[in-house]
């Protein structure tokens, strides 16, 4: 039995719902994220928080999966911060959703000044509702830097505590800058970039695994919604015990999701 924490069900087919439930998926939270290509309008928006918040929990449901989700621009789509702001402003409409978690994935893509400037008014959104958050870090040429510059950005904002932020796509060279913090981290799990299931593996031998989760991502490009199971099956060929794999990839999410009163397995 897991948990995907951080997967884009609006990028895959049916099969793989039944290929999660399979393998022994029981729960997953879909972050909102770029949809392969820039929404020209914020009406495109609101039908992707109706998709996240209508349609996919009737589709998880048919194999037994709970779905939950989260509300945000996402960064790449962060540039233009007038058209930002305007999807900003449908929030309120979707937060009474029984499967609304928080905001995310917020973060940073190009760590420019704008992207920064929303990541900011997100993270304001969210304290003032009280609400979890769930971040995305650049990509590797920027991921210290930007993972740096969001530490920095929700510190500035003294209503935020860190046990109620999860960073996304750590790596081996961002994960105790992270844990050090005192936010949680998650471990995004591609099949040759990023996090594959073996570096996962090695960072909990080297980092432990409190405040610590695996997840597939599971979007547009090369990716496997099947990466969290074979993480387990990894970390099991290396000799961890049950409680070790179980903490990671079902007690940790649970924990960490709990706090926003609607996560339910």
Known sequence: MYIDPHIHMVSRTTDDYQRMALA?????????????????????????????TEYEPKRAATYGI??????CINPKEAEDP?????????????????????????????????ELQIL?????????????????TPHLEDKLKGTRLIIDAIRRNGDI???????????????????????????????DTKCTPQRAADIVEMYGKERLWINSAGDWGHSD????PKAQVEMRRRGHDEATIRRISFENPVTFLSQSGKFHV
Request: glycine share 8%; hydrophobic share 45%; with cysteine.
């Open 66 to 71: 709970k779905h939950h989700t989260w509300l």
């Open 161 to 191: 505590q860190p046990g109620r932020v999860l960073i996304d796509h750590v790596e081996e060279h961002t994960v105790k800058t992270v844990l050090d913090a005192g936010f949680w981290a998650g471990m995004t799990l591609y099949p």
């Open 24 to 52: 022994g998926c029981v729960a997953i939270t879909e972050p909102a994220f770029w949809a392969g290509y820039d929404r020209s309008s914020p009406q495109g928006f609101y039908d992707y928080f109706r998709l996240l």
């Open 225 to 228: 919604p099947l990466a969290v």
């Open 82 to 114: 007038g058209f930002a702001r305007e999807v900003i402003a449908l929030f309120p409409q979707f937060l009474d959703r029984p499967n609304v978690l928080g905001i995310g994935e917020i973060g940073l893509n190009k760590n420019s000044r704008n």
């Open 120 to 136: 900011e008014e997100h993270i304001a959104f969210a304290a003032k509702h009280d609400l979890l958050i769930l971040v995305h």
